[in-house]
């Protein structure tokens, strides 16, 4: 069955970076795009991009242009993000999900930046 | 942040119906599929419906999708306490970039 496993919570200062990592199994890692997806706390779903893992080619969401990373590693079938700079606004789950219907989406990994 | 408007919350008695609407515009649901998703409380959101009314396996057929120009709406037949979770719907823009409704609370009473 398909499976996206992300990495654990991670707690960082502000003006640090994180990376995010997303394992798939289950299917062709390289024939489906990984997007990107946050959601602070109580709020709604905020898509931050794509990467194809074949190509490697990445389209990112103009709010986050010039900070975030998306790359992958296709021996392992991971999938990562990076974000750069974080702030406190940064603090929410970030979910990796699969392709364009984004139909299998990864358990989630909390982000918190506080000083 | 979001460009697909949604209710905020709708209600309704157990084994009643219920429909949430998504609307945007000619340049994301008017030119693309519209998916649907529900997150139940502490979880990841689970595909519902996927290219306007498609469900995936294993979704039940009390679930249901349809879409109209630049509207969307999915509607939930003989409701469950299991049901209460938050709604979500979802497009591609045309600009390339997913996007998202403002979500919506499903309370069964």
């Known amino acids: 069955q398909v499976q996206l496993v992300q990495s654990g919570a991670e707690v960082k200062k502000p003006g640090a970076s994180v990376k995010v990592s997303c394992k798939a199994s289950?299917?062709?890692?390289?024939?489906?795009?990984i997007n990107w997806v946050r959601q602070a706390t109580g709020q709604g779903l905020e898509w931050m991009g794509w990467?194809?893992?074949?190509?490697?080619?990445?389209g990112y969401a103009q709010k986050f242009q010039g900070r975030v990373t998306m790359t992958r590693n296709t021996s392992i079938r991971t999938a990562y993000m990076e974000l750069s700079s974080l702030r406190s606004e940064d603090t929410a789950v970030y979910y990796c999900?699969?392709?364009?219907?984004?139909?299998?989406w990864g358990q989630g990994t909390l982000v918190t930046v506080s000083s | 942040q979001s460009v697909l408007t949604q209710p905020p919350s709708v209600s309704a008695a157990p084994g009643q119906k219920v429909t949430i609407s998504c609307s945007g515009s000619?340049?994301?649901?008017?030119?693309?599929?519209v998916s649907w998703y529900q997150q139940l409380p502490g979880a990841a959101p689970k595909l519902l419906i996927y290219?306007?009314?498609k469900r995936p396996s294993g979704i039940p057929d009390r679930f249901s999708g349809s879409k109209s120009g630049t509207s969307a709406t999915l509607g939930i037949t003989g409701l469950q306490t299991g049901d209460e979770a938050d709604y979500y719907c979802?497009?591609?823009?045309?600009?390339?970039?997913?996007?998202f409704g403002t979500g919506t609370k499903v309370t069964v009473l």
């Open positions: 999900a699969r392709g364009l219907a984004v139909d299998y």
């Open positions: 289950g299917y062709t890692f390289t024939s489906y795009d």
């Open positions: 990467m194809n893992p074949n190509s490697g080619k990445t």
């Open positions: 000619s340049s994301n649901i008017g030119n693309n599929y």
């Open positions: 290219e306007d009314n």
């Open positions: 979802g497009t591609w823009d045309s600009s390339l970039s997913a996007v």
